[in-house]
């Protein structure tokens, strides 16, 4: 089975939205085997994100994901990365469809709820950097 990594941002959490989104992720069919609630360090934010740091946005980046505690997630499921990133919408809430959790719950780029890994390299890394080992569970689910 696939494994993805999800992450509810900051504006996520202060929004009270982990219920419904989690919600939502179970309901799809997603096996969750990961999650916690933490707050990013600035060298975890500044990997997680390494391939944006050219970008004029980095530093805005690095300084929200690192605001607040986030909810972080491992999910697991046939196809888990590219079910996730549908589940998840488009990065731009604006351009997000209705019915996905960005398109539901996001206004702004920049804070918009939810990321999720994009491709299996990505979710090895992302994975690897915010879960060890040991805290990823195995089990029946009626998934
Ligand atoms: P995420 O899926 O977490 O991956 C990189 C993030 O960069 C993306 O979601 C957006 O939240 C953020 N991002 C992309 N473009 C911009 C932008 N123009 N300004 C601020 N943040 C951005």
Do not use: C, W
């Not at 697991?76 to 589940?87: D, F, L, S």
């Not at 990505?122 to 060890?132: C, P, V, W, Y």
């Amino acid at each position: 089975m696939e494994k993805t990594f999800l992450m509810i941002k900051p504006d996520g959490v202060q929004r009270n939205l982990i219920g419904t989104i989690v919600s939502r992720l179970e309901n799809k069919g997603f096996k969750i085997v990961g999650a916690k609630l933490m707050v990013v360090s600035e060298d975890l934010a500044k990997t997680h994100y390494g391939e944006h740091s050219e970008r004029p946005f980095f530093g805005e980046l690095v300084d929200f994901i690192t605001s607040g505690p986030v909810f972080a997630m491992v999910l697991e499921g046939e196809n888990a990365i590219k079910v996730a990133r549908t589940v998840v919408g488009a990065t731009n809430p604006s351009e997000a469809d209705p019915g996905t959790i960005r398109g539901d719950f996001g206004m702004s780029v920049a804070k918009n709820i939810i990321h999720g890994s994009d491709s299996p390299e990505s979710a090895e890394r992302e994975i690897g950097l915010f879960f060890d080992e040991s805290e990823l569970v195995e089990y029946d689910s009626n998934n």
